[in-house]
């Protein structure tokens, strides 16, 4: 008798603690806005190429449209792209976009990071401003935020892929241009290839523009008369022409091989793409989205890198080519780079 009546109290207890949890909620209600802070965000986004390269100008397209589909505190109700922008033309486009209502600004690349800096104190409250490949030092509370890369890590798992697959131990890398993300990922595709087999030996080219098939298409072609038989290509508009000779080779019976980035690239050329260095910004934004709300925006604390939206694609028809022994280390290797047991250089 005496344990029955402990559990009717215990039960009652609980009763009284649920309805009282109840009703703090309803007389408070969920955590509101911070002070300033939008309704709505409209995105204009500034590109130093095309939205429509499927490459570094891509990915914010395909960050939008899962976006959309997300519940968050605040609804991007529109969205712009300026293209090939220039960095001395930033500044303006900065201007010009927040003339029109245009209220959360992507930089989509290092290059606009001064003219975003000029900009941003100025702004009126309630306009927010991003730079991708940004360093935590450019952040501004309640204005300007970034997003740092560390392409380094996936493209070494890219070049275990790549380095299994040669067949004449040459890789390579085409590039549009040299900055310090496209040497990260120049530094661990070559780690990465020679990690799976030591006597590989690397080589790259700079085309020198973003948006430049033409130039991609030569580079390709002058890296396969050197015996360069996987090719990985951080080149946006530039890896088109790149895409274009390595499918001319392969259909003229050449065993080559395109690894691609920043998004998946096979819906360039399904069953030529190898596999992908995949870049997806949706979980950052939808956090920065978050921060916007709470009136947390500008911490510098964002990177985008192996296991924190940066992956590697599927290998698709490729798939039963792979060595299992390539499989086996990039599942290792994805794991001890996580983990802080694998340091993958950062230097050629």
């Known amino acids: 008798m005496k344990g029955k009546n402990i559990a009717i109290v215990v039960a009652i207890i609980v009763i009284v603690v649920v309805v ?11 955590a509101g806005p911070a002070a300033g802070v939008p309704s709505e965000l409209k995105v204009g986004v500034i590109l130093p190429g095309t939205v429509t390269d499927y490459g570094w100008d891509y990915a914010p397209l395909v960050a939008l449209n899962k976006l959309e589909t997300m519940d968050l505190p605040i609804r991007i109700t529109s969205h712009k792209f ?27 690349g290092f290059q606009y990071r001064e003219a975003i800096l000029a900009v941003a104190p ?5 306009v927010y401003f991003l730079i991708n490949e940004g360093k935590a030092a450019d952040a501004i509370a309640g204005k300007v935020d970034v997003i740092d890369e560390f392409p380094q890590k996936t493209a070494y798992l890219l070049g275990i892929i790549g380095g299994s697959m040669s067949r004449t131990k040459k890789v390579g890398v085409i590039s549009g241009m040299e900055s ?23 080589d790259h080219i700079y085309v020198g523009g973003w948006a430049d098939p033409e130039g991609g298409r030569v580079a390709a072609e002058s890296l396969m008369a050197k015996g360069v038989d996987v090719i990985y290509c951080q080149g946006d508009g530039t890896s088109l022409g790149v895409i274009q000779a390595v499918r001319a080779a392969r259909d003229a019976g050449k065993e080559v091989f395109y690894i691609g980035y920043p998004v998946d690239q096979s819906v360039l050329a399904p069953g030529y793409v190898l596999t992908s260095n995949v870049y997806d910004y949706s979980d950052i934004l939808s956090s920065m989205i978050k921060d916007i709300y709470s009136g947390n925006y500008g911490k510098g604390k964002y990177s985008i890198e192996l296991g924190k ?10 798939d039963t080519q792979i060595p299992q022994k390539a499989k086996d280390m990039v599942a290792k290797a994805r794991e001890d ?7 993958v250089p950062t230097t050629l």
Not at 337 to 343: E, M, V
């Open 20 to 30: 009282a949890a109840a009703a703090l909620m309803m007389t408070t209600g969920p």
């Open 82 to 108: 300026v293209e090939l922008v220039e960095p001395g033309d930033a500044e303006g486009a900065a201007r010009d976009l927040v003339a029109v209502g245009y209220n959360w600004i992507w930089a989509w």
């Open 122 to 126: 100025g702004a009126p409250q309630g």
């Open 180 to 202: 310090l993300h496209i040497v990260l990922g120049e530094a661990g595709f070559k780690a990465g290839a020679q990690a799976y087999d030591p006597s590989i030996t690397f």
């Open 309 to 318: 939206g940066m992956e590697m694609a599927p290998f698709y028809n490729f």
């Open 337 to 343: 780079i996580i983990a802080g047991r694998l340091t």
